[in-house]
């Protein structure tokens, strides 16, 4: 079990690593004028080599890319070349936040998918086809559409929810609440449909498996054997499906943040990239990685914790 | 060329499944949403030409004018024409949608027929690059990209399709491997094709289906993300979008609200008559339409059954478990398949009795009926199942759970299939214990450690620990065996018992069997295609045959004067001089040639 995490984790490494490389010399092409935007319109040839010489680009990119590596590995990340503020401490914070949009929405995904895919699988019939609209519904219609909608009912018009802000829940947890309600649903009605087709799928292959059926000439009732059985043995597809669904929610999050003005990464995202800040542009990318990979290897250990072949291999 | 590609396997589609076309649009989703994309499609088309005004012109007199007169849906926050600029966004937003198709197509398509074809680098790349999408969000990516390749929407979008090509990659990658080891493509290679007329002609047909029905998925990604990207202000704005007219309408909904509506319907419409057009099309191609069968005709039995050939030689026992003019039938086309379309069975307290036929002579549904588990749409239509005194047939399934596991049992075919992978041996054995019997935990665990022992499984609790896939084909069956009796049952139905097993384990499963019949002193009902097995073990037989039990007798009588030519001629098939049991000391199995009818 323990080199089953270790070798996940190795893997996740050598990904991160070859998204820096690609990334910081993708980003190389679009540096040119930074130093002189940085500097201002006006400035003459000699404040911009300062500026240049300040943030570093005067140097080879092999260097640049080492020196950024370096420091990477010990967790600074550099700082902001347009506000000089420390990229590692921007973007985990701005992180914490877009982070707990989309756990939030994984976990109310989970609970009503899993649920809605149970019952389309059991009941059939009508509230099958239900789940199976909904579904196409969720995915057909974009998150940030979604999201508007949302906003103009529940915020604009019933004024039930704050259209935009953001409050800390060390300000107020039901603040908090109220200003993540919105976004976190808006996210989630995108996924759910997914995970429900998925786990109504799973299960309707499982019930046609052979050991339901030995399960059932013993004697159990049918409710016990879904319940049990059935479940536990599509619980593992629909984990892909979640784990899978993280990393849409975390780009569904990036928008649906600029929408409601949340200063999660999103925003972040979105100045850094016009701006050219190619240290926060590298954080948020490297971080995000680094999250994905986490909890990429959480749904596998998880994965393995239900399936008993993975684990015991 | 990307583009050409694209149609062209769409067009070869259409060529190669007559009728597709006309079945979607026979389809419930999939006729309406065609017709709706064959609008926006429409308006896609010309809506560039005739724009009644250029959609980037501003003007001051029109700033949020109401709907009407020359500006018939009105004027936006800049004063442009909104009408216009839904027209020409149309455009652009479908340009999109099918520039991110066009080139997840070609690159993943392509990289996925190579990889599957030849491995190696390229297989190890693709892969390297699945992983590296996954773990990024793709808007991320498309940020980033941005501030390298300014906001021009068509690198966006060809970006996004490449980011998304693995899904195209991945399916393409899993065909092609599936069919690269196919005997035919074996037999083109042989006869000296090359790869490329390889892959063109065979490979290339096996993942056309997937390939078409990702497409329709694949174009509201590539629309939906487009729509978010601009919605977030990053779009060109010399290439209006629904996107861009969105973010414009959002942020001045205290103006108008009528920015908004227009945008968004267009995108909803479209995006959703894409998903249903894509739900459509894996029915049709792949089959899985989830009608409600409806059968046209009501079942009828179509042929006479001739009565029974009973050899009624001995004195008669009480029967435990009658058959009777039982039919199983199961909807097909718009009538009914029937299996099992009558005779007669009856198994006597305490005998073993073998219902034996080839495969597909109905024996294993008869079995399943008995125990009122027939598989998905199979359904008892005629005739009567009595046990013990009690009419079984249109009893509801509680009804039938009272038996089940208590006094009727069961033994399958395939041990390992027939174990829950995910739970342990000594859960399995125990939950029914707990559950039906109302054993209490520690009870039912001695008693099933004691059943594992009976069964002949050396380490018990080694075994009640293990999960199925831990344990050999012989000891999941010995396993089974002890679940089906740990209630002494009045009867066991044992379903091909040994036919998955080896042939030594076969006749140590069949001791294992004997020896538990007579110590409980149940009946036995097994089901085999084994001649061998009923000569071993059976007391008396019934010989079933294209659905229809046609000879019963002692067993003895049935294999010294066979009656009906069925009988005959499957004593006729068992090979002369086949090899005997093969070790010395192991009970006679397959001394009539274990095997011979498979």
């Known amino acids: ?313 | 060329m990307t583009t050409t590609r694209s149609s062209a396997t769409r067009a070869g589609a259409r060529k190669g499944r007559p009728g597709l076309l006309r079945r979607l649009l026979r389809h419930p989703l999939g006729g309406v949403s065609m017709v709706v994309l064959a609008v926006v499609v429409l308006v896609g088309a010309l809506g560039p030409f005739i724009a009644p005004f250029d959609p980037t012109e501003t003007s001051l007199q029109t700033i949020f004018a109401e709907p009407g007169g020359d500006h018939l849906l009105g004027g936006d926050s800049a004063g442009r024409d909104i009408l216009s600029r839904l027209l020409v966004a149309t455009a652009f937003s479908l340009a999109g949608g099918l520039l991110v198709m066009a080139i997840a197509v070609a690159v993943g398509v392509s990289a996925g027929l190579v990889a599957g074809y030849y491995g190696g680098v390229i297989d190890a790349t693709g892969a390297w690059f699945t992983a590296l999408t996954m773990s990024l969000p793709s808007i991320i990516v498309l940020i980033a990209a941005r501030s390298v390749m300014g906001p021009s929407m068509w690198w966006t979008m060809a970006i996004f399709g490449l980011f998304i090509s693995p899904v195209y990659y991945r399916v393409v990658y899993t065909s092609v491997r599936a069919v690269r080891n196919e005997l035919y493509v074996d037999a083109a290679r042989t006869s000296g094709l090359g790869d490329v007329r390889i892959i063109g002609r065979h490979v290339l047909l096996a993942v056309r289906a997937p390939v078409i029905l990702l497409m329709a998925g694949v174009i509201a990604a590539g629309i939906g993300m487009q729509a978010g990207f601009d919605f977030l202000g990053l779009g060109d704005p010399t290439t209006p979008t629904w996107g861009q007219m969105l973010n414009e309408g959002f942020y001045n909904i205290n103006r108008s609200s009528n920015l908004v509506l227009w945008p968004a319907l267009a995108l909803g419409i479209t995006t959703v008559a894409l998903t249903l057009l894509g739900t459509a099309l894996r029915d049709e191609l792949e089959g899985t339409t989830d009608k409600r069968h409806s059968a046209a005709q009501p079942w009828v039995l179509e042929e006479d059954v001739p009565a029974v050939m009973d050899h009624g030689d001995e004195p008669a026992g009480e029967a435990l478990l009658t058959v009777r003019d039982l039919a199983v039938a199961y909807p097909a086309g718009t009538g009914y398949a029937t299996v099992v379309k009558g005779g007669r069975l009856s198994v006597r307290r305490g005998e073993t009795h073998g219902l034996i036929g080839e495969s597909g002579s109905g024996k294993t549904q008869t079995a399943f009926s008995i125990l009122g588990l027939l598989p998905k749409g199979g359904k008892v239509m005629a005739g009567s199942i009595v046990f013990d005194g009690e009419e079984l047939v249109g009893r509801t399934d509680a009804q039938l759970n009272a038996l089940r596991g208590s006094r009727i049992a069961y033994v399958p075919q395939e041990p390992m299939s027939n174990l829950d992978p995910s739970f342990t041996v000594g859960h399995q054995l125990t939950e029914p214990l707990v559950k039906v019997l109302g054993m209490k935990k520690a009870e039912a665990r001695e008693r099933a450690l004691s059943l594992l022992a009976r069964v002949g499984i050396p380490e018990p609790q080694r075994a009640f620990d293990s999960y199925p896939h831990q344990l050999s084909g012989g000891m999941a069956q010995r396993v089974l065996i002890a679940g089906a009796v740990a209630s002494h049952p009045d009867l066991l139905i044992a379903d091909e018992p040994t036919t998955a097993l080896d042939v030594t384990v076969q006749a140590e499963v069949l001791d294992l069997l004997r020896d538990i019949q007579e110590e409980l002193g149940m009946a036995v009902l097994i089901v085999t295609h084994n001649f061998g097995v009923v000569a071993d073990i059976c007391d008396r037989v019934t010989v079933m045959q294209k659905g229809v039990m046609v000879e019963t007798g002692a067993t003895r009588a049935v294999f010294e004067s066979p009656r009906h030519e069925y009988t005959r001629a499957l004593f006729a098939a068992i090979p002369q001089g086949a090899p005997r049991a093969p070790l010395p000391g192991v009970s006679s199995a397959g001394s009539l040639g274990a095997g011979a009818l498979r």
């Open chain 1, 1 to 313: 079990m323990l080199s089953f995490v270790s070798r996940r984790l190795a893997t996740g490494v050598g990904l991160i690593a070859t998204l820096a490389v690609l990334t910081f010399f993708f980003l190389q092409f679009g540096v040119s004028d930074v130093a002189q935007r940085i500097a201002g319109q006006q400035a003459g040839p000699d404040a911009v080599a300062v500026v240049e010489e300040r943030i570093g680009v005067d140097r080879p990119v092999q260097v640049q890319f080492a020196d950024w590596a370096g420091s990477a590995l010990t967790g600074d990340l550099g700082r902001s070349w347009f506000s000089g503020q420390e990229v590692t401490e921007a973007v985990m914070s701005r992180m914490a936040v877009t982070v707990s949009l989309a756990v939030g929405s994984v976990v109310l995904t989970a609970l009503l998918g899993i649920t809605l895919g149970a019952l389309a699988a059991t009941r059939r019939g009508w509230s099958d086809r239900g789940v199976q609209f909904l579904a196409v519904l969720g995915q057909a219609i974009p998150g940030f559409l979604m999201a508007m909608a949302l906003v103009l009912v529940f915020a604009i018009n019933l004024d039930w929810f704050p259209a935009t802000g953001y409050t800390r829940p060390s300000e107020s947890v039901p603040g908090w609440l109220l200003s993540i309600t919105l976004p976190v649903v808006a996210l989630t009605i995108g996924s759910i449909g997914g995970v429900a087709q998925q786990v109504r799928g799973s299960m309707i292959d499982a019930f046609e498996r052979d050991y339901v059926r030995t399960l059932r000439s013993r004697g159990l009732p049918r409710r016990s054997v879904v319940l049990q059985h059935v479940l536990r043995n599509a619980a593992g597809p629909a984990l892909t499906v979640l784990g899978l669904q993280f990393v849409i929610l975390l780009g569904g999050a990036v928008i649906v943040e600029t929408l409601f003005s949340i200063p999660g990464l999103g925003p972040l995202a979105l100045t850094s990239t016009s701006q050219g800040d190619i240290p926060v542009v590298m954080g948020i990318v490297i971080v995000t990685g680094v999250v994905v990979v986490l909890v990429n290897t959480l749904v596998d250990v998880v994965q393995a914790w239900v399936n008993p072949k993975v684990r015991l291999s």
